[in-house]
């Protein structure tokens, strides 16, 4: 079995040429829902190989069918770009959606799937309460924009505005003192606190007319009094609010925050201040049964009681909510508030899930006896979907113009709905191309509940020799002549077909072209294409070898492919077959173009293109021409020839004034030689202690005292033993050798790291560790200055008779420093610093500074001297020999790094310490510090 898996992959994989993985799974259901690809030339040739037919391979991966037509149908492989993965997957994901096989193999997971998939499930979604929505629109009643009540009681505080017109033209505004008057100029105060609006704009025009004869007035309220009223009962902040007269209940809840969940918005009471008392339903507000509102006055006390009910009520309603319900209110109620049932919902079986004597209930109702059927407080109502399973229609699938539903009459038939349908949009309005109209299949529902399947012929019912009698729930499949044979594709495939010219002659040299896979293009095969009709129709981006088109063809005796090679003129007339492929070879790639290269003194060297006969002077030309610097006596030309089987290299030498013709050939290699003495720029740096310091150019073979001529000498404070001279080789060398100090100090903190430590074993190895990370850390950062010991006399003329007079190398720099009268103690000394020079010994001067440490290897002092030149001080007991101090030197004190095991580490840890050494040296040579 597992061999037949691997068949399967490799056959899924050759067939569709997929760069994409197709794993185990993927190729049995791609076999198992289209067996038509085990039909495929390549699926043939394959299994002819292993002794295997299709029905072999079928009956294995359990196949029930292999043999019969419809089990062959699933999907159509149609025009995919097998070079896309994604495009493929898109195409077989819409393709199964199109023509859906009734008949493809489905496990229990997926059966359970599609089976689950029609249940009506209660969905469980949070509800709020229907009033919740009315509270978050915080905007109050613009009142500005009302008229006057003729019941409003005018009170302290307010503005009256008084526009007289007519004979007099006046406005003014006046407002309501705390005695109750307004007061106007012309009249005087008028009393008109405690009246209505109505009486106090009477009385106002009364007064005004008398003064404003042959005038109109108006009056209004600009700005109403602010008034006071109190909230109490189940509402976020109940207490005392100021609120602007005219204002609604609404408003007042507003500012409160809002009602508590268990507060009512049905039954909220409004007690004014005379004793009067009015109820309130927030409801009558919301679904727009009332319209009358109630304004605020002063004194006004609003009670916000318990909800009597809360219910909620979800599923296919229109408006899913909690609502409250007062004393009779029973479901009908809760459904008409619900906006009823959507068209989507069904009537039957309404379920009510709630509590009753501590214990959960739920009940069935159906919506017809709603209005008899009483809720409890917190009960749940959830109104279910229409079950598709009962719909009174029929579904059309498969290679059909408009796939879907269909009504089902009381008398229907397969006849009757097809001829319907062929009447109304014509034969082609109805099926698509390819239709296979002598199978059909009807997928129907038993009487068990299980699942039948019914043969028809479309033919004969289109005829009217056969029909069926339809049943609700059924599924009618109608398949296309694909769906049994995969459409016949013809293949071309070759760099030619994207690459551009100048990209194949690039490529041309290239060895690793079996691992590149070539573009191919598939296109549909129509009989009588030839296989230069196919490449007509690909096109190419470059020129391809019109003497070698390879053919692969599949349509042969033993159905293994074959092989041809044809030319132009035999591929006009060759005539293809399914399922062949066409290769197109590089015309460059056989062909292959001469080249030849070209550097050294030229303008633009590199690799050109030549031809047959091409002289060396059009070389040179297509490089943009010799530079200012080419030597033309003498060109070299290095020519590689194959002589008994080897290729050979020659190397021939022209004068290009003479020889100019010289004819070139592939793979040649032209030299153009530099003038000689024509050198580029090289120079010195001269710092310090000269009479011109700067900058310095030389040619070849100038020396060291050549340059101090020219820079005037040394100046009378020159320091020229601690001269420091510094080459860019020198550094190099100096970096590399400390890197490889660095490699051997990591290797050996390695060692010392990883090694145990034994019973009683002193703590040493762990301080070294510690000691060399620490050194590892700082070296890292450590340039080495490249600097070459030098002794320089104050006689130039001494100089060049000396070996100090060196020959001058680009990027030398020569520092010069002032006297220097002090000697720097570093390393394991209590304080290391500078003292003065006092032509004092060694251990005098370590003395100066402390003496040594505890951790200092009084073995391993040594002096670097202001030259550059180090000497070792044989320490010890006894001092045995002696090291010369002189001004501007450094006696440095290392430590001493021995392990417990006696592992000895100095050496490359000395090669450290001493870079650090010689930089502090120089740098307190130049004065640094």
Known sequence: MLKLRILLVALVGFIFNSAMAINTSQAISMVKANPALLNTPQAQAELAKRGLTSGDVMGRIGATDAKADISSVDIAVNNIEESNATELNDALTKASGIYNNPLAYKNNTDLLKTIK???????????????????????????????????????????????????????????????????????????????????????????LTTAYSNSSIIVNIAKYSTIQVSLTGNVMAPGIYNVSALSTVKDLLIHAGGIKANGTVRAMTLQRADGSIHGLDLYELLLGQKRQVLFLKTGDMVYISNAHKVVSIAGA?????????????????LLDFAGGIRASGSHYGLKVSGFDKEQTQVRMVDASNASGFGLNDQDSVYVYPVDGIKSKSISLFGNVTRPGKRALSHDA???????????????????????????????????????????????????????????????????????????????????????????????????????????????????????????????????????????LTYKTSDLKPR??????????????????????????????????????????????????????????????????????????????????????????????????????????????YRIPNWYERKTITLTGQVMFPGEYTFNDGDRLSDVLIRAGGFTKNAFLYGASFEREGVKKIQQQALEDAMVRLKKKLAIISSKPKEIGESSSDSNLAETLSVLSEQAGSLTPLGRVTINLPDNIDILKSGAADILLKQGDKLNI??????????????????????????????????????????EQIYVIHANGEAQKFGGGLFLSTQATVRPGDVIVVPQVLVTSTGMQVAKDISSILYQFAITAASLKTVGAF
């Not at 509270?135 to 008084?162: A, C, E, W």
């Not at 309603?317 to 109620?333: I, M, S």
């Not at 080249?595 to 070389?619: C, D, R, T």
């Not at 003292?835 to 003395?847: E, L, T, W």
């Open 817 to 858: 420093p002032t006297s220097n009268d002090t000697v720097m103690v570093i390393g394991e000394v209590m304080s290391p610093t500078a003292v003065i020079y006092d032509d004092d010994d060694v251990m005098s001067y370590i003395a100066r500074v402390g003496g040594l440490t505890a951790v200092a290897d009084n």
């Open 117 to 207: 998939a029609k249940q009506s499930i209660e969905k469980d979604v949070k509800l709020e309460r229907f009033s919740e929505v009315f509270f978050r629109n915080k905007n109050t009643q613009d009142h500005s924009s009302l008229p006057v009540p003729d019941y409003y009681v005018v009170s302290n505080g307010d503005v009256m505005s008084i526009w007289v017109y007519g004979v007099t033209e006046e406005t003014f505004e006046a407002s309501v003192d705390s005695y109750g008057n307004i007061n106007i100029p012309i009249v005087g105060p008028i009393n008109v606190a405690g009246l209505s609006f109505k009486k106090a704009k009477n009385f106002i025009v009364s007064k």
């Open 413 to 551: 038939s397969l006849a009757k709905l097809i001829k319907s349908e062929v009447d109304k949009f014509g034969l082609e309005g109805v099926f698509l191309d390819n239709t296979l109209f002598n199978f059909a299949m009807i997928k129907r529902k038993t009487d068990t509940l299980g699942r039948e399947f019914v043969r028809v012929n479309i033919d004969d019912v289109l005829s009217g020799s056969a029909d069926e009698v339809l049943k609700a729930g059924d599924e009618l499949y109608i398949f296309n002549k694909l769906d049994k044979k995969i459409n016949p594709y013809v293949r071309i495939k070759g760099s030619v077909l994207t690459t551009s010219i100048e990209e194949t002659i690039t490529a041309q040299n290239e060895t690793n072209l079996t691992e590149r896979k070539l573009p191919e293009f598939q296109f549909q095969f129509i009989k009588g294409m030839s296989v230069l009709d196919l490449i007509n129709i690909a096109g190419t981006n470059a020129p391809y070898d019109k003497s070698k088109i390879k053919l």
């Open 317 to 333: 309603v229109n408006t899913p909510a909690k609502y409250e319900l007062k004393v009779g209110e029973k479901l009908d109620k």
């Open 563 to 672: 092989v041809s090679i044809l030319t132009e003129g035999q591929a006009r007339n060759t005539m293809l077959n399914a399922f062949d492929e066409v290769q197109l070879f590089d015309y460059y790639k056989i062909n292959k173009v001469a080249k030849s290269s070209i550097h050294g003194e030229i303008n633009f060297p590199g690799e050109y293109i030549i031809h047959s006969g091409m002289q060396l002077s059009k070389l040179i030309a297509s490089a943009g021409g010799l530079s200012e610097k080419a030597y033309l006596d003498n060109v070299e030309i290095l020519r590689y020839e194959v002589k008994d089987g080897i290729r050979v290299k020659s190397i021939i030498q022209i004068n290009l004034p003479k020889d100019s013709g010289f004819v070139l050939k592939s793979y040649d290699e032209v030299t153009i």
